[in-house]
């Protein structure tokens, strides 16, 4: 039987739950984390990664995170660990690179496509660091409406990982407007089916980005892509237009291709100023899905978009 892969293990699809498909409990960019290592406490990261998580799951019945923080982006699978220990929230790790731009490391760049498809297998296989916890999740991201040398790689390789073991791939985008007929969302998916790729187990995120394209979404979605608009609860102005596209793909009869999520981030290492990228994993449920209901979408559509969907799409 299929089984969702989380940090503590293989749990069978219906115990995900509430599950949200886009999250970072905490980033640390570049080599933060070893760089600067005398600061670097887990134990207050922890507490306020659950103080924010533990509320989402007590109020709103949150139940699964997929966390897609790759390693150029700080991944800690110990503090996965024990955030899930201690709000009992199922935490699915992500293995795979961010951008050329701002992740893939230059070991990667100069390294070929077999190679970083045995870094994707390893994390997933044999799991990472000294208690070998296991990745059950593959994070991709383009930088453009082209994908630049080094994403092509790990994208193949990508491909090539999902067609041998069924993991699922979140896959961040950008370069949505049709440049010679291309996008980027396009040319990257195009490109991991080529080596094998199962759209049924691909999320697409940030179609917010796609500014209310319907015919590229809706292509997108009868290919059998899931659609993850993952940036929503930053405010009811920022998610009206968002809920209208998400609306009118829901009255066009894609509620079974759909997820959403925050792209919050639970703590930054070195702290960031501010709130940046930080609604917190309740902030759906408190303003974005009560748009949806007010515009008449059902509470059984909203269930089939936070948990029937990600049963469909992360359980391999
Ligand atoms: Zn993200």
Not at 88 to 105: C, D, E, S
Not at 135 to 161: D, H, M, N, T, Y
């Amino acid at each position: 039987m299929a089984t969702a892969h989380t940090v503590l293990g293989e749990i069978p699809p219906s115990q995900m739950g509430i599950t949200l498909t886009h999250e970072h409990l905490m980033i640390a960019w570049g080599s933060a984390r070893y760089d600067r290592a005398p600061e670097y406490k887990p134990e207050p990261l922890i507490k306020e990664i659950c103080d924010d998580l533990g509320a989402a799951s007590k109020d709103h019945g949150v139940q699964t995170i997929i966390d897609v923080t790759t390693p150029d982006m700080g991944r800690d699978m110990e503090i996965m660990v024990e955030v899930s220990r201690r709000t009992n929230v199922n935490v699915i790790a992500g293995t795979g690179f961010y951008r050329q731009m701002a992740g893939i490391p230059l070991y990667f760049t100069m390294a070929s496509s077999e190679q970083a498809e045995e870094m994707m297998l390893h994390d997933i296989q044999q799991g990472v660091g000294p208690n070998r916890v296991k990745c059950g999740v593959i994070k991709l991201a383009i930088s453009q409406s082209k994908l630049l040398p080094a994403e092509e790689k790990v994208f193949r390789a990508a491909g090539r990982v999902q067609k041998k073991l069924g993991v699922p791939i979140v896959m961040h985008t950008t370069g949505w407007d049709l440049i010679e007929g291309g996008s980027g969302p396009r040319v990257a998916t195009d490109l991991v089916v080529s080596e094998g790729g199962d759209p049924e187990h691909i999320q697409i995120s940030h179609c917010e980005g796609a500014r209310g394209n319907l015919p590229l979404l809706t292509e997108l979605a009868n290919r059998g892509f899931t659609l993850a608009f993952d940036r929503v609860g930053r405010s009811v102005e920022a998610d009206l237009p968002v809920a209208a596209v998400v609306g009118g793909l829901i009255v066009g009869g894609f509620a079974n291709r759909l997820t959403l999520s925050h792209d919050s981030v639970g703590a930054w290492f070195p702290a960031t100023p501010g709130t940046y990228r930080k609604s917190g994993w309740s902030a759906a449920h408190k303003v974005f899905i009560p748009l949806l209901k007010k515009g008449g979408v059902s509470d059984k559509q909203i269930h089939q978009i936070l948990v029937e969907n990600p049963q469909r799409l992360f359980a391999f």
